[in-house]
């Protein structure tokens, strides 16, 4: 069992490594992140938000829909917690 | 839990000190976040650092008497709400989704202005939610009665004599 189990996450590795043989090199401009939307953001991100900040402007504009994703996800965190740590069911039978 | 509380003379004077400075830090933070890094959640968490440090100074009782934990909770919900809420005026004037150009009418202002405007807007929400979930859960593990329910129960004469023990 383990032999088949090592085998298959040598197998699996041995994979991801021949991924990323054909992956761009790290920072080339002319790769297919590089160039689309990303000089778009540096040349416009100003003139069209008035935002100096690129990281803020793509944030919370050009990704508006990710950070809001982001924030129920905090939200979701702190719901949890407090269903989860404040003792709801107790706090009603002592009411009953 | 904490139950003890450190009558430190320092510690308090110190914290009575420094809670406004960082207070306005994080409004600082917050309303730069379009100059330099910054923004919602970064000054989120130093508002409620700043509301850990009068927890850990003076105990759960004063903080809790400002902000109760379900109070924070229902804020939190408003913070998400502030963000939902400007993608859907701009939904409601005719655009996509969080398109802060259609705020221009609205706003009385050019496009470019209306979406700094609207970036604005959303990092308010997100600070106001990062602070009331972060404080939310700080109170919830830390505090030794998170529920208002039993926050109304510690004060009965017997919970009252094991708080009034001094420290071993």
Same mark, same amino acid.
């Given at each position: 069992?383990?032999? !088949?189990?090592?085998?298959?996450? !040598? #197998?699996?590795?041995?994979? #991801?490594?021949?991924?990323? !043989?054909?992956?761009?090199?790290?920072?080339?401009?002319?790769?297919?992140?590089?160039?689309?939307?990303?000089? #778009?953001?540096?040349? $416009? &991100?100003?003139? $069209?938000?008035?935002?100096?900040?690129?990281?803020? &402007?793509?944030?919370?504009?050009?990704?508006?829909?990710?950070?809001?994703? $982001?924030?129920?996800? !905090?939200?979701?965190?702190?719901?949890?917690? &407090? #269903?989860?740590?404040?003792?709801?069911?107790?706090?009603?039978? $002592?009411?009953? | 839990?904490?139950?003890?509380?450190?009558?430190?003379?320092? =510690?308090?004077?110190?914290?009575?000190?420094?809670?406004? @400075?960082?207070?306005?830090?994080?409004?600082?933070?917050?309303?730069?976040?379009?100059?330099?890094?910054? /923004?919602?959640?970064?000054?989120?968490?130093?508002?409620?650092?700043?509301?850990?440090?009068?927890?850990?100074?003076? /105990?759960?009782?004063?903080?809790?008497?400002?902000?109760? +934990?379900?109070?924070?909770?229902?804020?939190?919900?408003?913070? =998400?709400?502030?963000?939902?809420?400007?993608?859907?005026?701009?939904?409601?004037? /005719? /655009?996509? @989704?969080?398109?802060?150009?259609?705020?221009?009418?609205?706003?009385?202002?050019?496009?470019?202005?209306?979406?700094?405007?609207?970036?604005?807007?959303?990092?308010?929400?997100?600070?106001?939610?990062?602070?009331?979930?972060?404080?939310?859960?700080?109170?919830?593990?830390?505090?030794?009665?998170?529920? +208002?329910?039993?926050?109304?129960?510690?004060?009965? +004469?017997?919970?009252?004599?094991?708080?009034?023990?001094?420290?071993?």
């Amino acid at each position: 069992m383990k032999t !088949i189990i090592l085998a298959f996450v !040598i #197998l699996s590795g041995g994979l #991801l490594i021949y991924g990323t !043989i054909d992956m761009p090199a790290w920072g080339d401009p002319h790769s297919p992140a590089n160039s689309y939307v990303s000089p #778009l953001y540096i040349e $416009e &991100a100003l003139k $069209e938000t008035e935002t100096p900040n690129i990281v803020t &402007a793509v944030l919370a504009d050009y990704r508006g829909y990710d950070t809001m994703g $982001e924030t129920t996800v !905090i939200f979701t965190a702190a719901v949890a917690c &407090a #269903l989860l740590l404040r003792g709801w069911s107790e706090g009603r039978k $002592e009411r009953e | 839990m904490l139950t003890k509380i450190y009558e430190n003379l320092i =510690v308090k004077t110190i914290c009575r000190i420094m809670i406004p @400075f960082i207070q306005i830090y994080a409004l600082y933070v917050i309303a730069h976040g379009h100059y330099s890094p910054g /923004g919602g959640f970064q000054g989120g968490v130093i508002l409620a650092a700043a509301l850990a440090l009068i927890f850990l100074a003076y /105990g759960q009782e004063p903080v809790v008497r400002r902000l109760t +934990p379900n109070l924070a909770l229902s804020l939190c919900g408003i913070g =998400v709400f502030i963000y939902a809420g400007t993608g859907l005026l701009c939904l409601l004037s /005719g /655009g996509n @989704f969080l398109d802060y150009a259609r705020l221009a009418p609205i706003l009385g202002v050019a496009i470019p202005r209306a979406r700094s405007l609207g970036i604005f807007g959303v990092e308010i929400g997100v600070g106001l939610a990062v602070m009331t979930a972060m404080y939310s859960i700080i109170i919830d593990v830390a505090g030794n009665s998170a529920s +208002p329910d039993r926050h109304a129960a510690s004060s009965s +004469p017997e919970n009252l004599n094991n708080n009034a023990e001094p420290a071993a």
